[in-house]
């Protein structure tokens, strides 16, 4: 089960931090990634982090995000947070975090290949 959290209402150019806690069991070796949801749009891909071997892990990112946004994970308190810098209103969504089962090299940008979800957490960045 995953629980996301550190979502509000900020001023663009400020930064947020989101947090995805997985609870019931570990989820060191999935695909973690974080999508969201804006007013009246399709649910979007934001930024992946993908097992690679001992503790090495990748991060992938939209475009959109590049160089604002950062994934990281602590694998002891088995969470994945996403530091969101530089916020701009287009940002405003709802957030939310998804794990899959083994390694999404490629494919880590598709909602299909995502089983668990959590709840989301909004977003809100105003001019």
């Known amino acids: 089960q995953l629980q996301a959290s550190g979502g509000g209402l900020v001023q663009a150019g400020a930064s947020l931090r989101l947090s995805c806690a997985a609870s019931?069991?570990?989820?060191?070796?999935?695909?973690v990634a974080w999508f969201r949801q804006g007013p009246g749009k399709e649910r979007e891909f934001v930024s992946a982090?993908?097992?690679?071997?001992?503790?090495?892990?990748?991060?992938f990112y939209a475009d959109s995000v590049q160089g604002r946004f950062t994934i990281s994970r602590d694998n002891a308190m088995n969470t994945v947070d996403l530091a969101m810098n530089s916020l701009k209103p287009e940002d405003t969504a709802v957030y939310y975090c998804?794990?899959?089962?083994?390694?999404?090299?490629?494919?880590?940008?598709?909602?299909?290949?995502?089983?668990?979800w959590g709840q989301g957490t909004q977003v809100t960045v105003s001019s």
């Open positions: 982090i993908v097992w690679d071997s001992g503790s090495t892990y990748f991060g």
């Open positions: 019931g069991g570990t989820f060191k070796r999935d695909t």
């Open positions: 998804a794990a899959a089962r083994g390694r999404y090299l490629s494919g880590y940008d598709a909602l299909n290949n995502y089983a668990s």
